[in-house]
Nanobody
Framework: QVQLVESGGGLVQAGGSLRLSCAAF????????MGWFRQAPGKEREFVAA????????LYADSVKGRFTISRDNAKNTGYLQMNSLKPEDTAVYYC?????????????????WGQGTQVTVSS
């Protein structure tokens, strides 16, 4: 069992930056791939980015490519999402997730473990 806890969300002006963290507890998740998803009010959960357990491969949604960077530090059992050039449409609850299969997948039902989410609000 893996428990994931996100942090780093908050309120930021458009054009600003935030870095989200995802701390893993329990069984080490260093052998799992990790993903970030987001969900805005009234919308479906949306894929943001994913990274393999080594960090050698990443996948991004087109809407965040070039602005967001996913990374991880397995020694700290922590994953990160660096978000730059934020836009109001990035406003959502952001969730991290872990996939035991260590695949780069953009579908939320492919992931085995989820955090509780952290709110990101971007003002215009």
């Amino acid at each position: 069992q893996v428990q994931l806890v996100e942090s780093g969300g908050g309120l930021v002006q458009a054009g600003g930056s935030l870095r989200l963290s995802c701390a893993a507890f329990g069984r080490t998740f260093s052998s799992y791939s990790m993903g970030w998803f987001r969900q805005a009010p009234g919308k479906e959960r949306e894929f943001v980015a994913a990274i393999t357990w080594t960090g050698s491969r990443t996948l991004y949604a087109d809407s965040v490519k070039g602005r967001f960077t996913i990374s991880r530090d397995n020694a700290k059992n922590t994953g990160y999402l660096q978000m730059n050039s934020l836009k109001p449409e990035d406003t959502a609850v952001y969730y991290c997730a872990a996939d035991r299969a260590n695949l780069l997948r953009d579908t939320y039902y492919s992931y085995d473990y989820w955090g509780q989410g952290t709110q990101v609000t971007v003002s215009s």
